[in-house]
């Protein structure tokens, strides 16, 4: 062996002997590979979080295809169901016509912070001088009015909101209104007409805003006064910022 082989021999192993036992010098060593840990299990843990999310990505597709599957397959039955409905107004020469009209609409935010009643909508064929019943999904959710030329939603809660509402088997008619709170109160039901607790509420068409039959809500308490009753009701509705709407533009 040669005299500088082994003189490069003993600089290692004295160098590898300082780094074992020596703490200043080991140091570095450690900081840099707790470093490249650290680096590593970002790297693995982003790799994971990535194909976690393309795996929940596709299950929500594969649900959301199934879902508009079932709503085609309704769309198709309601619109048999309508052809023939109207076939048999035509075999029955009524005079009956429908023209109603429904309109899908975003909701964009709340139109003062702390006041969950009322939202600004995207409603594109919006016509100010109109007041529109809001629905979600079956169930009544408020009304849209003109607010700056603008659409905006009162719903259920706000004590402007007002509609027409038949209660109880025996469709006693009545107005029911926003209270401030969570429940609304149903007023102007004749006091012949019996309404009691648990009665369902819907609404009765009437005022030309919302279909007849679309789920208010229910009858929680009753009070009598002269001539006339009113009830509190606990609404179904109750979204508190939902993304969509439907809005019922034309009643038939």
């Known amino acids: 062996m040669s005299k500088e082989r082994f003189s490069l021999l003993l600089f290692l192993a004295l160098m590898i002997s300082a780094i074992v036992y020596s703490p200043t010098l080991q140091s570095p060593f450690i900081d840099l590979g707790l470093s490249i840990k650290n680096h590593y299990h970002t790297a693995v843990e982003f790799i994971q979080e990535q194909w976690e999310n393309h795996i929940h990505q596709s299950r929500t597709i ?3 295809r199934q879902e508009l599957e ?10 048999q169901f309508a052809t023939e409905l109207s076939a048999l107004f035509n075999a029955s020469s009524t005079t009956m016509e429908h023209h109603s009209e429904v309109a899908l609409v975003r909701t964009l935010s709340y139109v003062k912070f702390g006041d969950m009643g009322k939202l600004w909508l995207n409603f594109p064929d919006f016509n100010r001088s109109k007041v529109y019943g809001l629905v979600y999904n079956d169930q009544s959710a408020g009304i849209v009015i003109e607010r700056n030329d603008k659409p905006m939603a009162l719903l259920n809660s706000d004590r402007k909101c007002a509609y027409a509402v038949s209660i109880g088997v025996g469709k ?12 609304v109160i149903a007023e102007y039901i004749p006091n012949y007409l019996p309404v009691k607790v648990g009665d369902e509420v819907v609404t009765s068409g009437l005022d030309h805003l919302f279909f007849e039959g679309l789920k208010v809500g229910r009858v929680t308490s009753v009070v009598q006064s002269q001539g006339y009753q009113s009830a509190v009701v606990t609404p179904y509705y109750d979204a508190l910022l939902p993304g969509y709407f439907h809005v019922i533009k034309q009643v038939r």
């Open 172 to 183: 006693a008619p009545g107005i029911v209104h926003g209270s401030g709170t969570r429940e």
């Open 62 to 64: 594969e649900q959301q």
């Open 70 to 79: 079932r709503y085609r397959q309704s769309h198709l039955l309601a619109h």
